[in-house]
């Protein structure tokens, strides 16, 4: 494994993402919704930083298993989710890869009416994007390599890890 970004280069990306969004969103009735559970780090750092109220919620959205490429159609679970009717949402995830995820939950959501819906992300993997739609926010553009931590994980371990790692093929095993 080899650490592709520190815990405190992370914390001042962070930082800088939430008060960005602080500004833009200003007086506005902001929700953020984390895509559980590659978020949940990042969403908890993150609305740390953000100096004006707001709320949380999640959903659920899961295109890997035990691979390390995501297999195309995430499944999504939106049950639980509070009104968004005339709401601003800022839909969190830990990484923009091919944009699927994102972009599919995106239209999803826009069903329930917000006053506007906006992604923000940790990483963004630029070179493999399949989608017309970019990351409104991001903190990272990385190259196209598996990473692990800051709630990343590869078959749901390593999301503890405080940094980025890069995952090598030699730290790759065959799924539990
Ligand atoms: P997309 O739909 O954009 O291709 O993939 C988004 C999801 O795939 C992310 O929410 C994340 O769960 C997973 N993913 C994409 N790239 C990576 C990666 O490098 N490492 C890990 N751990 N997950 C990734
Ligand atoms: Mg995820």
């Known amino acids: 494994m080899r650490t ?6 992370i914390a001042l990306r962070v930082t800088e993402l939430g ?3 602080s500004t833009d969103y200003a007086g506005q009735p ?6 559980l559970h590659g978020s949940v780090v990042l969403v908890a750092d993150l609305i740390r930083k953000i100096s004006q109220p707001h709320q949380i919620a999640f959903v659920r959205a899961a295109s890997y298993g ?3 490429t995501s297999s195309g159609q995430p499944l999504l679970a939106l049950e639980g989710l509070p009104s968004l009717n005339g709401r601003h949402v800022l839909l969190v995830d830990d990484i923009f890869d091919t944009g699927r ?3 599919c939950l995106v239209e999803e959501l826009q069903r329930f009416d917000p006053a506007s819906l906006k ?8 070179e493999r994007r399949e989608v017309a739609a970019v990351p409104d926010y991001f ?3 990385i190259p196209n390599e598996f990473v692990i931590g800051y709630g990343l994980d590869y078959n ?4 503890h890890l405080p940094h980025i790692a890069v995952l090598e093929p030699a730290d790759l095993s065959p799924a539990r």
């Open 66 to 68: 035990a691979n390390t």
């Open 101 to 103: 995820t994102l972009a």
């Open 30 to 35: 902001l929700l953020v919704i984390g895509v």
């Open 139 to 141: 903190a990272f553009q």
């Open 4 to 9: 592709l970004l520190t815990a405190d280069e």
């Open 119 to 126: 992604t923000a992300v940790l990483l963004w993997k630029t």
């Open 156 to 159: 749901d371990d390593y999301r």
């Open 19 to 21: 008060e960005r969004i």
